[in-house]
T-cell receptor, first 116, second 115 residues
Framework: GAVVSQHPSWVICKSGTSVKIECRSLDFQATTMFWYRQFPKQSLMLMATSNEGSKATYEQGVEKDKFLINHASLTLSTLTVTSAHPEDSSFYIC????????????FGPGTRLTVT | TQLLEQSPQFLSIQEGENLTVYCNSSSVFSSLQWYRQEPGEGPVLLVTVVTGGEVKKLKRLTFQFGDARKDSSLHITAAQPGDTGLYLCAGPPPGGGTSYGKLTFGQGTILTVHP
């Protein structure tokens, strides 16, 4: 149980274009989803927290207009990187938790974004 | 300021050796979790410890939560190449409030087990 999927697993895009990453909880209803960014051999950096039907809460220093997050249902959240630049290249990981245990997060497999 | 300090940051050992990874804080945590992440994949939850002094075992992995709930350790017995990965400790930031549901992570320990 507690499976989270991400799509796509990797994407290459040109500078200036936008990219959407999907995060789905497959076998539970995710009241909260989190988006992280991870640089090579480093820990996870939380970008934003989203609750179903509400606006996302962004961490300090994360541009909300650049990283658009939508959490339209209890099983789907999306992260759109708008006007991507090479410095946005990174490994993006989502996680999901449910109301019964809000501090136990289940992670997706991650999306490798490369902006050329 | 890092709420959770992990050590060591890098560990390279031979198959069969034992090792311990530490996760320390000056703050009290209501619970701590340990995750393992393989390259190119998301972290996988290994264990959650909740009670001070608690010890949990997962095959060759032993997890301990300090009595004061400020630290935790992960001990691996007879490490195998399959144990290679990034180990992360994490916990709810002390204080709650706007941090509800969030986790704060340690810097991670990169473990490499050579055959």
């Amino acid at each position: 149980g507690a499976v989270v999927s991400q799509h796509p697993s990797w994407v290459i895009c040109k500078s200036g274009t936008s990219v959407k990453i999907e995060c789905r909880s497959l076998d539970f209803q995710a009241t909260t989803m989190f988006w992280y960014r991870q640089f090579p051999k480093q820990s996870l950096m939380l970008m934003a927290t989203s609750n179903e039907g509400s606006k996302a809460t962004y961490e300090q220093g994360v541009e909300k207009d650049k990283f658009l997050i939508n959490h339209a249902s209890l099983t789907l959240s999306t992260l759109t990187v708008t006007s991507a630049h090479p410095e946005d290249s990174s490994f993006y990981i989502c996680s999901a938790s449910w109301a019964g245990n809000p501090y136990e997060q289940y992670f997706g497999p991650g999306t490798r974004l490369t902006v050329t | 300021t890092q709420l959770l300090e992990q050590s060591p940051q890098f560990l390279s050992i031979q198959e069969g050796e034992n090792l311990t990874v530490y996760c320390n804080s000056s703050s009290v945590f209501s619970s701590l979790q340990w995750y393992r992440q393989e390259p190119g994949e998301g972290p996988v939850l290994l264990v959650t410890v909740v009670t001070g002094g608690e010890v949990k075992k997962l095959k060759r992995l032993t997890f301990q939560f300090g009595d004061a709930r400020k630290d935790s350790s992960l001990h691996i017995t007879a490490a195998q190449p399959g144990d290679t990965g990034l180990y992360l400790c994490a916990g709810p930031p002390p204080g709650g409030g706007t941090s509800y549901g969030k986790l704060t992570f340690g810097q991670g320990t990169i473990l490499t087990v050579h055959p």
